[in-house]
């Protein structure tokens, strides 16, 4: 699976949007991208996944460049409750492979 | 309505003691997992099982030993625990092969005195 890379921390003010990036430059045309976040003692939760084309869902929006080098997961009201590590992974299509979870982007939602 | 559950949440023992963690899922899925998350909160996979069949074993001793009686259920035994074993445990579950996203557990935190 494709390495990625995303910034250690970042802080977003409550009701603001929330963009975090996630660079994948080795990313091949099998591989998903996928967003995973951790609510401090808590499992990962599944935010969204996507292939190429933009994707939305009830949490949050995913951006990913017409390259696919690159991606920003949108979270578009940001509350104090969206506070988690997020985890950008990429992941081979029609595998019941793990996930290789990296360090992932510490989000704090401030007052 | 818990989907994926573990028990204990919380496991205090001693070293060379032997201790088994529990996940049932009610999701219907077929395939289960277990991840190490240690005290640098790097989470790895350490065991796949798709349909009750081991499909992965990633660089785990074997004092560690997954059993998985049906679809719904993967246990984890751990033999000789050793301090180095304490981390908090995750269990998850998804449906088949694909691009199926996975469910995860609360976790189980061990930690070995």
């Known amino acids: 699976d494709a390495k990625t890379t995303q910034p250690p921390s970042m802080d977003c003010a409550e009701g603001r949007a929330a963009n975090l990036p996630c660079n994948h430059s080795t990313i091949s045309g099998n591989e998903y991208v996928y967003w995973y976040r951790q609510i401090h003692s808590q499992g990962p939760q599944y935010i969204i996944h996507?292939?190429?084309n933009n994707e939305t869902n009830e949490m949050a929006s995913l951006i990913i460049t017409e390259d696919r080098k690159s991606s920003t997961l949108i979270l578009p009201h940001a509350t104090l409750r969206d506070t988690a590590v997020y985890y950008c992974i990429v992941r081979v299509f029609g595998s019941a492979r793990q996930l290789t979870f990296g360090s992932g982007t510490q989000l704090t939602v401030l007052p | 309505d818990t989907a994926v559950s573990q028990t204990p949440k919380y496991l205090v023992t001693q070293m060379g003691n032997d201790k088994s963690i529990k996940c049932e899922q009610n999701?219907?899925?077929?395939?289960m997992y277990w991840y190490k998350q240690d005290s640098k909160k790097f989470l790895k996979i350490m065991f796949s099982y798709n349909n009750k069949e081991l499909i992965i074993n990633e660089t785990v001793p074997n004092r560690f030993s997954p059993k998985s009686p049906d679809k719904a259920h993967l246990n984890l035994h751990i033999n000789s625990l050793e301090l180095g074993d304490s981390a908090v445990y995750f269990c998850?579950?998804?449906?088949?092969?694909?691009?199926?996203?996975?469910?995860f557990g609360d976790g189980t935190r061990l930690s070995i005195l």
């Open positions: 998850a579950s998804s449906q088949g092969q694909g691009n199926q996203p996975q469910h």
């Open positions: 999701l219907g899925h077929d395939t």
């Open positions: 996507g292939l190429k």
